[in-house]
């Protein structure tokens, strides 16, 4: 999965020059830098980008050339890409559970943030991390609201566990904090104040003050036509309840968005392979490639279909069964998604909004998914 050199206008003019037989992601480098300037001029505190969601590198450069200079790292794989690319950029381990090794890894890379939700992974940072400069943050859950699924069921402490952490973390001699995770494609912007008052609670409770207090992602990406993510009334209603709900004791602020700052920097072009009487359409890409999103968090329905002439497809939208290049039952997309009548084989069914957890989730399954990266100007048609 490459980079190309060629910098095109648009999806269009590289499908009419090109006909990819094979998936091709469409990167536009202006959108992704438009996407962090938005939270880098909307939300009140630290911006730093949760780089699981979409770990190229040329995403990882056109961020931090828009001034991203926070990242939420995952594993050692992505502290060293992120010490490669952005060398001079905080990095914050924010995955609650590492392994030895890989808690050394960090040390070694000068990593001085850490997230925790359990006393025995508490002892492993206390035994292994030096406190001095040290930020450990306590992890919390609460019930979801509004998000498309649930965080809390693998991470996050009860609010009574995150007391107890929270006063161990100060005891230790490390930067107490708290963080939590509302949901992924969380639209509700409310989902963030109980959060917000909860850790305000939590801090009381254990008679800490907290240095920053990270309010997570969850940000949404533009996923549907009809919904277009308000993210600065996200950032307004985090601004005032965190005043409201600390007070004279009120922490900095950091967010770890992933999606919203990659998603809408990408757009996918598959192409039909088969239109199988007339009901069934069979594309190469799908559940095991860049799709692998779509059954678990619903589908993306800003969809647009070309010729192989670069002509859109304009006739009356027929819902349609859509499968994927493998011969697997479970290649199939959710629900029948509409799409033009006059759909034909050949054609080209381009998704917008592909830039999270797309180019990093393809399996190569059955030997599909020989995706083609292509830099475009814009992303529109």
Same mark, same amino acid.
């Given at each position: 999965?490459?980079?190309?050199?060629?910098?095109?206008?648009?999806?269009?003019?590289?499908? $009419?020059?090109?006909? #990819?037989?094979?998936?091709?992601?469409?990167?536009?480098?202006?959108?992704?830098?438009?996407? *962090?300037?938005?939270?880098?001029?909307?939300? #009140?505190?630290?911006?730093?980008?949760?780089? $699981?969601?979409?770990?190229?590198?040329?995403?990882?450069?056109?961020?931090?050339?828009?001034?991203?200079?926070? +990242?939420?790292?995952?594993?050692?794989?992505?502290?060293?890409?992120?010490?490669?690319?952005?060398?001079?950029?905080?990095?914050?381990?924010?995955?609650?559970?590492?392994?030895?090794?890989?808690?050394?890894? *960090?040390?070694?890379?000068?990593?001085?943030?850490?997230?925790?939700?359990? @006393?025995?992974?508490?002892?492993?940072?206390?035994?292994?991390?030096?406190?001095?400069?040290?930020?450990?943050? !306590?992890?919390? $859950?609460? #019930?979801?609201?509004?998000?498309?699924?649930?965080?809390?069921? @693998?991470? %996050?402490?009860?609010?009574?566990?995150?007391?107890?952490?929270?006063?161990?973390?100060?005891?230790?001699?490390?930067?107490?904090?708290?963080?939590?995770?509302?949901?992924?494609?969380?639209?509700?912007?409310?989902?963030?104040?109980?959060?917000?008052?909860?850790?305000?609670?939590?801090?009381?409770?254990?008679?800490?003050?907290?240095?920053?207090?990270?309010?997570? /992602?969850?940000?949404?990406?533009?996923?549907?036509?009809?919904?277009?993510?308000?993210?600065?009334?996200?950032?307004?209603?985090?601004?005032?309840?965190?005043?409201?709900?600390? %007070?004279?004791?009120?922490?900095?602020?950091?967010?770890?968005?992933?999606?919203?700052?990659? /998603?809408?920097?990408?757009?996918?072009?598959?192409?039909? @392979?088969?239109?199988?009487?007339?009901?069934?359409?069979?594309?190469?890409? %799908?559940? +095991?490639?860049?799709?692998?999103?779509? #059954?678990?968090?619903?589908?993306?329905?800003?969809?647009?279909?070309?010729?192989?002439?670069?002509? $859109?497809?304009?006739?009356?939208?027929?819902?349609?069964?859509?499968?994927?290049?493998?011969?697997?039952?479970?290649?199939?997309?959710?629900?029948?998604?509409?799409?033009?009548?006059?759909?034909?084989? /050949?054609?080209?069914?381009?998704?917008?909004?592909?830039?999270? +957890?797309?180019?990093?989730?393809?399996?190569?399954?059955?030997?599909?998914?020989?995706?083609?990266?292509?830099? !475009?100007?814009?992303? @529109?048609?």
């Amino acid at each position: 999965m490459g980079l190309s050199k060629t910098i095109w206008t648009n999806p269009t003019e590289f499908l $009419k020059t090109q006909q #990819p037989d094979n998936p091709v992601l469409f990167f536009a480098p202006s959108a992704a830098q438009a996407a *962090a300037r938005r939270f880098i001029d909307g939300f #009140p505190g630290l911006v730093t980008y949760a780089v $699981k969601s979409n770990p190229g590198e040329a995403m990882v450069e056109n961020l931090a050339a828009a001034g991203i200079r926070g +990242y939420d790292c995952a594993s050692p794989f992505e502290i060293d890409l992120i010490r490669r690319l952005a060398p001079d950029a905080a990095i914050h381990y924010n995955n609650p559970v590492r392994a030895r090794h890989e808690i050394a890894h *960090a040390v070694a890379r000068g990593v001085k943030s850490y997230s925790v939700d359990s @006393k025995s992974e508490l002892q492993k940072l206390i035994e292994m991390v030096p406190a001095s400069g040290t930020e450990i943050s !306590v992890r919390f $859950k609460l #019930p979801v609201a509004g998000a498309a699924y649930n965080f809390g069921a @693998k991470f %996050g402490a009860t609010v009574d566990l995150a007391v107890e952490l929270l006063k161990r973390v100060a005891a230790a001699g490390y930067i107490p904090s708290i963080t939590f995770h509302p949901g992924t494609q969380c639209t509700d912007p409310h989902a963030w104040e109980a959060y917000i008052r909860e850790a305000a609670n939590i801090t009381k409770a254990a008679g800490v003050r907290i240095a920053r207090l990270n309010v997570g /992602g969850g940000f949404p990406s533009h996923r549907m036509a009809a919904i277009v993510p308000q993210i600065e009334d996200t950032f307004t209603l985090i601004d005032r309840v965190a005043t409201e709900a600390f %007070g004279a004791d009120r922490p900095e602020l950091v967010c770890e968005p992933g999606r919203a700052l990659c /998603g809408d920097a990408y757009a996918l072009a598959a192409r039909v @392979k088969a239109l199988r009487d007339d009901t069934h359409v069979f594309l190469n890409d %799908g559940v +095991y490639g860049s799709l692998t999103e779509l #059954p678990m968090i619903g589908v993306i329905d800003r969809i647009e279909v070309l010729s192989p002439q670069g002509q $859109k497809r304009l006739g009356d939208e027929l819902p349609r069964i859509i499968f994927g290049p493998t011969c697997d039952s479970v290649d199939r997309l959710p629900g029948d998604i509409p799409l033009p009548g006059d759909l034909a084989e /050949g054609d080209y069914v381009i998704w917008q909004g592909m830039g999270s +957890y797309s180019t990093v989730t393809n399996t190569r399954f059955n030997g599909f998914g020989d995706v083609q990266i292509a830099t !475009v100007l814009t992303l @529109k048609l």
